[in-house]
């Protein structure tokens, strides 16, 4: 079993930069693909960002292309999560995700642990 418990969120204008961070307990990180999705209020959670387990390969949703960075550091069981020029669409619960076996990177059905979110909200 693993706990993920993200952090990092908060109230921001726009152009700002945040970094979400994904703490991970009871296991290590070390062989699960991640993942992280946003939900907005009123609509369905929506894949933001992807990092295979080594950190080698890396996936975006387009609207955050060259705006998100997505890490880890499998020597510290966590995975972050870098916003810059943070948009008030960006505004939505963030949750990082790990996957094990038959992982698509985009689909939120092929990950199997949740963390419980952490709220970021951007102000025009």
């Known amino acids: 079993q693993v706990q993920l418990e993200e952090s990092g969120g908060g109230l921001v204008h726009a152009g700002d930069s945040l970094r979400l961070s994904c703490a991970a307990s009871?296991?290590?990180?070390?062989?699960?693909?991640m993942g992280w999705f946003r939900q907005a209020p009123g609509k369905e959670r929506e894949f933001v960002a992807a990092?295979?387990?080594?950190?080698?390969?890396?996936y975006y949703v387009d609207s955050v292309k060259g705006r998100f960075t997505i890490s880890r550091d499998n020597s510290k069981n966590t995975v972050n999560l870098h916003l810059n020029s943070l948009k008030p669409e960006d505004t939505a619960v963030y949750y990082c995700?790990?996957?094990?076996?038959?992982?698509?990177?985009?689909?939120?059905?092929?990950?199997?642990?949740w963390g419980r979110g952490t709220q970021v909200t951007v102000s025009s």
């Open positions: 009871g296991r290590t990180l070390r062989s699960y693909p």
């Open positions: 990092i295979g387990s080594r950190g080698l390969a890396t």
């Open positions: 995700a790990a996957s094990q076996n038959d992982w698509n990177p985009r689909i939120p059905h092929s990950y199997v642990y």
